[in-house]
């Protein structure tokens, strides 16, 4: 049976992108300190800290561990497997990577 979910804390609530963007312009210019700007505009240090490294933000185009082969590789080697199928040569996965360890 699925429920609504409703989220129990409303602490992701008190600040929204354009305050965070304030923020780091002030941290950046040196007029305030991070344990200062936290209390000033209520965000968390850690999510300071993190939008002040660059640790936030980035995202990944896998959204899982890091990839063995490169996606143009892997694109390649997906459409020539394709193409093998179609000539009826399909090969197991265990012969894809016994090929990708050559």
């Known amino acids: ?3 609504n979910y409703k989220r129990k804390s409303d602490r992701a609530k008190n600040y929204n992108k354009e305050n965070i963007a304030q923020t780091l312009i002030e941290l950046e210019g040196g ?7 936290s209390k000033k ?3 968390p240090k850690t999510t300071l800290h993190d ?8 995202k990944s185009r896998t959204y899982c561990r890091g990839l ?3 996606l143009e590789h892997e694109e390649t080697l997906a459409n020539g497997l394709k193409t ?6 399909g090969l197991s996965r ?4 016994l090929y990708l360890t050559m």
């Open 41 to 43: 505009y209520k965000i």
């Open 31 to 37: 007029l305030i300190i991070v344990h200062g700007a």
């Open 84 to 89: 093998l199928k179609r000539w009826g040569f």
């Open 51 to 58: 939008h002040l490294k660059g640790k936030h933000g980035s």
């Open 68 to 70: 063995v082969i490169p």
């Open 94 to 97: 265990k012969e894809v990577l």
């Open 1 to 3: 049976m699925v429920r």
